[in-house]
T-cell receptor, first 113, second 116 residues
Framework: LAKTTQPISMDSYEGQEVNITCSHNNIATNDYITWYQQFPSQGPRFIIQGYKTKVTNEVASLFIPADRKSSTLSLPRVSLSDTAVYYCLVGDVNAGNNRKLIWGLGTSLAVNP | GAVVSQHPSRVICKSGTSVKIECRSLDFQATTMFWYRQFPKKSLMLMATSNEGSKATYEQGVEKDKFLINHASLTLSTLTVTSAHPEDSSFYIC????????????FGPGTRLTVT
């Protein structure tokens, strides 16, 4: 099962670009990388997912190098409402076609005015 | 699309009673549903994985007789905390997967359980 390592916390200011890097040295060939955002007392919300190179959607970009042992979530021009915990997960499929994701501690991002 | 609801959002119960939490996928069919618990300022802990029509697979250390999971249809899974005790107080979150190749889970808003 692939585990992930992220910084525990990060600070930023409104309008800045924030990059959160996650290490996943044991990523397997079939694993995808997924990032979630969670606000206090709410369920996590899917942000972005990728397998390799770069993926971009309306809220973020995900950069994955060729060896796939790390990934970087990029949030352009953050606002106060982006203050949340961000989780990097590496997908794993166990027997019976169940999809189990291993949740790390996440990165607590604080965006300051 | 891909909305998951949970009910109730908050529940307070007395020690020794049982509590049922419902998780519904509102606009898609969920082949797999997951149940998590989360303590304050901690990460999500997977409790069990369930596929529609079959028995749930519990994670190590999770008592299946205490946390009963039923996944009777492609849109509904329930978690029953039996004989609840104060240490069961936690934030319980369900998620649902559509069953495609992408490891994308859609989460419910969570249920805050307080056992007094």
């Amino acid at each position: 099962l692939a585990k992930t390592t992220q910084p525990i916390s990060m600070d930023s200011y409104e309008g800045q670009e924030v990059n959160i890097t996650c290490s996943h040295n044991n990523i397997a060939t079939n694993d995808y990388i997924t990032w979630y955002q969670q606000f206090p007392s709410q369920g996590p919300r899917f942000i972005i997912q990728g397998y390799k190179t770069k993926v971009t959607n309306e809220v973020a970009s995900l950069f994955i190098p060729a060896d796939r042992k790390s990934s970087t979530l990029s949030l352009p021009r953050v606002s106060l409402s982006d203050t949340a915990v961000y989780y990097c997960l590496v997908g794993d499929v166990n027997a019976g076609n169940n999809r189990k994701l291993i949740w790390g501690l996440g990165t607590s991002l604080a965006v300051n005015p | 699309g891909a909305v998951v609801s949970q009910h109730p959002s908050r529940v307070i119960c007395k020690s020794g009673t049982s509590v049922k939490i419902e998780c519904r996928s509102l606009d898609f069919q969920a082949t797999t549903m997951f149940w998590y618990r989360q303590f304050p300022k901690k990460s999500l802990m997977l409790m069990a994985t369930s596929n529609e029509g079959s028995k749930a697979t519990y994670e190590q250390g999770v008592e299946k007789d205490k946390f009963l999971i039923n996944h009777a249809s492609l849109t509904l899974s329930t978690l029953t905390v039996t004989s609840a005790h104060p240490e069961d107080s936690s934030f319980y979150i369900c998620s649902a997967s559509r069953g495609n190749e992408a490891y994308e889970q859609y989460f419910g808003p969570g249920t805050r359980l307080t056992v007094t």
